[in-house]
């Protein structure tokens, strides 16, 4: 899809008529005004995923598409299953994104382990950097959004995704992606996919909370992050990263 001046003109005027008039985020995003008790700039929002706990049941996977009616066949979240050999190869499957788990595995090599993937929630995102109109943004808080009432469906921030965690909704001809269930949070709730997690795999964290047991668990285990080598600034962390995974 080709974008014209005129196309860049007027939706920027529109950007900044928006501004003018004080819409607030939630205005934008479609999510329910924030508590009273909620500041953004108190925030700063990611995940950590423990792998050895994560057991493909594809709970979250389910819990996810129906809090945030994603449609069939693409996911916000979704769950890969690593069988490794002995010459350190690995072979990955996803059967429908993990949503109803795995079939039994008749891998007989060294190890398998399973990995849930999601947005990354970048604080230097390159979806949000390719954007020729500001629909996909990163709000106060630290979550990457998107504007659906702006974006033009170009999908140059899917191409941009390191993670490919971006998709064309098929109805509205809009980017979708893991908005960290920001209607949620917001409200003081966890997400979806934690809320959901029956062995606590995933877990919702506040950086700038200095109550939030993330600080321990960053201090007491060894986290890597999905191809640092991006810099994207990744805030979801993962507890003994194997390197097989990509």
């Given at each position: 899809?080709?974008?014209?001046?005129?196309?860049?003109?007027?939706?920027?005027?529109?950007?900044?008529?928006?501004?003018?008039?004080?819409?607030?985020?939630?205005?934008?995003?479609?999510?329910?005004?924030?508590?009273?008790?909620?500041?953004?700039?108190?925030?700063?929002?990611?995940?950590?995923?423990?792998?050895?706990?994560?057991?493909?049941?594809?709970?979250?996977?389910?819990?996810?598409?129906?809090?945030?009616?994603?449609?069939?066949?693409?996911?916000?979240?979704?769950?890969?299953?690593?069988?490794?050999?002995?010459?350190?190869?690995?072979?990955?499957?996803?059967?429908?994104?993990?949503?109803?788990?795995?079939?039994?595995?008749?891998?007989?090599?060294?190890?398998?382990?399973?990995?849930?993937?999601?947005?990354?929630?970048?604080?230097?995102?390159?979806?949000?950097?390719?954007?020729?109109?500001?629909?996909?943004?990163?709000?106060p808080d630290g979550v990457v959004l998107v504007d659906q009432s702006y974006c033009l469906g170009c999908r140059y921030c899917v191409q941009a995704c390191?993670?490919?965690?971006?998709?064309?909704?098929?109805?509205?001809?809009?980017?979708?992606?893991?908005?960290l269930c920001y209607h949620r949070i917001t409200q003081g709730l966890t997400t979806a996919c934690c809320e959901n997690c029956p062995t606590g795999a995933?877990?919702?964290?506040?950086?700038?909370?200095?109550?939030?047991?993330?600080?321990?668990?960053?201090?007491?285990?060894?986290?890597?992050?999905?191809?640092?080598?991006?810099?994207?600034?990744?805030?979801?962390?993962?507890?003994?990263?194997?390197?097989?995974?990509?």
């Amino acid at each position: 899809m080709e974008i014209s001046r005129r196309d860049l003109f007027t939706i920027g005027g529109k950007l900044l008529v928006l501004a003018s008039a004080g819409a607030t985020l939630e205005q934008i995003t479609g999510a329910e005004p924030a508590t009273e008790a909620y500041k953004m700039a108190d925030h700063w929002w990611g995940m950590i995923v423990d792998i050895d706990k994560c057991i493909g049941c594809g709970n979250c996977v389910r819990a996810c598409s129906n809090e945030n009616h994603v449609p069939d066949g693409y996911f916000r979240t979704w769950v890969e299953r690593y069988q490794v050999t002995e010459d350190q190869q690995p072979q990955v499957d996803s059967p429908n994104g993990a949503i109803d788990g795995f079939p039994p595995s008749t891998h007989t090599g060294v190890k398998s382990f399973f990995v849930p993937k999601l947005c990354n929630q970048c604080a230097h995102s390159p979806c949000v950097q390719v954007c020729p109109v500001g629909a996909t943004f990163v709000s106060p808080d630290g979550v990457v959004l998107v504007d659906q009432s702006y974006c033009l469906g170009c999908r140059y921030c899917v191409q941009a995704c390191p993670y490919g965690c971006r998709y064309l909704h098929p109805d509205t001809k809009t980017v979708d992606k893991c908005t960290l269930c920001y209607h949620r949070i917001t409200q003081g709730l966890t997400t979806a996919c934690c809320e959901n997690c029956p062995t606590g795999a995933r877990q919702l964290v506040d950086f700038k909370n200095p109550k939030d047991p993330v600080h321990e668990f960053l201090r007491h285990n060894k986290v890597q992050i999905l191809k640092p080598y991006m810099a994207t600034g990744a805030k979801v962390y993962y507890k003994d990263l194997d390197g097989s995974v990509r």
